[in-house]
């Protein structure tokens, strides 16, 4: 099997895999119980908070666990809105978002009254950051950036950004999904005020999330209930998955720039054999990119074609963001890239 989709979901690694049941059968008890089981299994949850923010270089109280990337979007976004739309009720994200983002924005434009501004790329997919700085009014108060592409793998320049922030409107908070990047481009969570992580795209569990949140920011929590989540996030803890993050993303974070140079190999080598397909249009640019995705349109073929035609080989590819699979029509980062319609139509993602 050649599995080319990591961008979507990776595979379990082993030891996590194993610790996990372990969790599940020995530390099942509510971490909110005050009895000694469910201490031990509070302690085991707030060691892996405390090592994620040791591996993130931030502080434990920065870290609340989640359900998912999609949901420390929300999370972030509509807790931002919402905590300070005394200040103003407009956002500005960019028109490549992953769905999780950019759905999130529509629904606070569409249903609560927020304005929204969707940058634009160009036709390599890079934001037009003249275009972000002359959008930003002093009734701003979010920016929701993501740092890798998860369809083309452009890396948006978030230091750049900061530094606009700044000098425009410092009271401006900035998201970031940074979920493409993890455990593989460096990090730097210094100049953000939040940012989404998932556990699945590192070989880690599904529905395992993390959102980081600077001190000096503030959020309305999306679901009430009880102190979990410095009551931010209600329900009862789902422990084991909790207590599993730190150790997927420890076991992601080793020999980080070795994996990025393999990754890289891999990357060009595919690269150079497409290009020389007479059919074949590479979407993704070679500067300012992530070598962990590479996108392309074989033109004049569906791209349901390619895959089927590829797992029957049992290659396994994608045809765009997993997210928005099931849906015929054109992806929204190519469609904001203006590609001819011949090429977006026929685009193919293929993640190492």
């Known amino acids: 099997m050649i599995y080319l989709d990591y961008v979507s979901t990776t595979p379990l690694n082993h030891e996590v895999n ?32 405390d090592l994620t923010a040791q591996l993130l270089h931030v502080k434990a109280n920065e870290i609340y666990f989640t ?6 979007n929300n999370m972030a976004i509509k807790g931002c809105a919402f905590q300070y739309q005394n200040r103003g009720k407009h956002i500005i994200t960019t028109a490549i978002e992953h769905s999780s983002v950019y759905n999130t924005c529509m629904q606070l434009k569409e249903i609560f009254g927020y304005e929204v501004d969707f940058i634009s790329v160009d036709e390599h997919g890079y934001l037009n950051l003249k275009e972000l700085e002359d959008c930003i009014r002093e009734d701003t108060i979010l920016i929701s950036v993501m740092y890798v592409n998860n369809e083309i793998g452009v890396i948006n320049p978030i230091r750049e950004i900061y530094d ?28 953000v005020d939040l940012a989404s992580f998932s556990a699945h795209k590192i070989y880690g569990l599904k529905g395992s999330g993390v959102l980081f949140k600077k001190e000096s920011t503030t959020l309305i929590p999306l679901v009430n209930g009880g102190q ?10 789902n422990t084991a998955t909790h207590t599993m993050f730190a150790k997927t993303l420890r076991l992601a974070l080793e020999n980080i720039d070795e994996k990025y140079k393999h990754v890289a190999m891999l990357n060009q080598y595919v690269r150079n054999e497409l290009e020389k397909e007479d059919c074949v249009v590479i979407n993704t640019p070679k500067e300012d990119v992530s070598p962990y995705i590479l996108n392309f349109s074989c033109v004049g073929y569906k791209p349901e ?48």
Not at 21 to 46: C, K, R, V, W
């Open 164 to 191: 606009i922030i700044q000098k425009k409107n410092a009271k401006i908070k900035l998201h970031v999904d940074m979920v493409q990047a993890l455990g593989k481009i460096p990090i730097d969570l210094s100049f």
């Open 228 to 237: 979990q989540e410095k009551g931010l996030r209600g329900g009862t803890s």
């Open 18 to 49: 194993q610790m996990y049941q372990t969790l599940l059968n020995d530390y099942f008890a509510n971490a909110d119980s005050i009895y000694s089981l469910g201490l031990q299994t509070s302690s085991l949850m707030e060691k892996s908070r």
């Open 305 to 352: 074609v390619i895959l089927h035609a590829l797992e029957a080989k049992e290659c396994y590819v994608s045809t765009k963001s997993t997210c928005s699979s099931h849906k015929n029509d054109v992806s929204r980062t190519l469609s904001a890239m203006k590609l001819s319609q011949n090429v977006a139509q026929s685009a193919i993602r293929i993640s190492f």
């Open 67 to 72: 359900s998912g990337a999609s949901e420390s």
